[in-house]
């Protein structure tokens, strides 16, 4: 079968070579664990059940993750296998399932979604992606995913080509962040206040690149309105090979001038980060043997 699962639209037969996300037809995992580094409405008390998936259709050069771009990274995982993890999350007490850029493996996560379903699993479905998928796929997911959790990196196409070799992003991002909206909605709290359902908007603010969050931020306000949950991050986390601007942090300047512009523009349902303390920063180990990790 020729794969469409996401914007590139590669259409090659998967069962044959890699796409430009670096996977085959196996559906590989690098990590499943209970993961406590959310946003306080995902991790809960709990902490979010994360199923960290190997692959991605973006380079991005900043990734803490860049180990899992091969595609090559962590175990083969069935959509059986991948059903009784999620059961196994669920015993131990995660607040959720939390699909980590999950996009490659779309057709495996919903087979293992019926399955999982099918013997009980009763917890919300977080999709965390990258932004840069299909309306299709939206469509595709919308009867089994509950909270969706996409990035909005860039307005600016010049720095989507540069950071992340990705071809129309913003468009991209904001028709796909647009249908997840109409399927599901804003973000639903409960009463303690973790996400049942709804729609919160990530974006990393990038050092020297402000002027890009507010571009990012304005079009949010002008598509979707003030009442949108936003995450505005301030973990960029400079590699060891990184070059200008992007080869140092972010500055406590820098990350309030980006908290200001979103507050100056009305929006009010904001996770904001404190004194850039790392509050969700974390880079999981991927060196060891994938298991269901309390």
Not at 171 to 187: C, D, F, K, N
Request: negative net charge; glycine residues 8%; contains cysteine.
């Amino acid at each position: 079968m020729s794969c469409d699962l996401c914007p590139r639209l590669c259409h090659i037969d998967r069962h044959v070579q890699r796409g430009f996300c670096g996977c085959d037809d196996t559906m590989r995992i690098a990590r499943i664990g209970l993961h406590r580094y959310e946003e306080p409405c995902i991790c809960g008390d709990g902490g979010s059940g994360a199923v960290f998936f190997s692959g991605c259709n973006l380079r991005c050069v900043f990734c803490q993750n860049k180990v899992l771009q091969t595609g090559k990274v962590g175990q083969a995982f069935t959509p059986e296998a991948l059903a009784a993890a999620m059961l196994e999350l669920e015993r131990i007490g995660a607040q959720n399932i939390n699909l980590v850029t999950p996009t490659p493996h779309v057709n495996g996560i919903l087979r293992a979604l019926d399955m999982a379903r099918n013997d009980g699993l009763s917890l919300p479905i977080v999709y965390n992606t990258n932004g840069y998928l299909s309306v299709d796929t939206v469509d595709k997911l919308k009867n089994h995913v509950d909270i969706w959790l996409p990035d909005f990196k860039y307005h600016d196409q010049r720095l989507a080509d540069r950071f992340s070799s990705a071809p129309r992003y913003f468009e991209t991002a904001l028709a796909a962040i647009g249908r997840m909206l109409e399927v599901s909605g804003q973000l639903d709290l409960d009463e303690s206040g973790r996400a049942k359902k709804g729609v919160l908007i990530r974006h990393l603010v990038l050092p020297a690149c402000v002027f890009d969050t507010r571009d990012v931020l304005s079009a949010i306000k002008t598509h979707f309105g003030t009442d949108t949950y936003l995450s505005l991050m301030h973990q960029f986390t400079p590699q060891p090979d990184g070059q200008a601007p992007l080869n140092r942090r972010l500055t406590k300047r820098e990350y309030e001038s980006a908290v200001n512009a979103c507050l100056d523009m009305g929006f009010t349902r904001v996770y904001i980060q404190d004194a850039l303390s790392a509050t969700f920063a974390y880079t999981p180990d991927f060196s060891n043997e994938v298991s269901v990790q309390a």
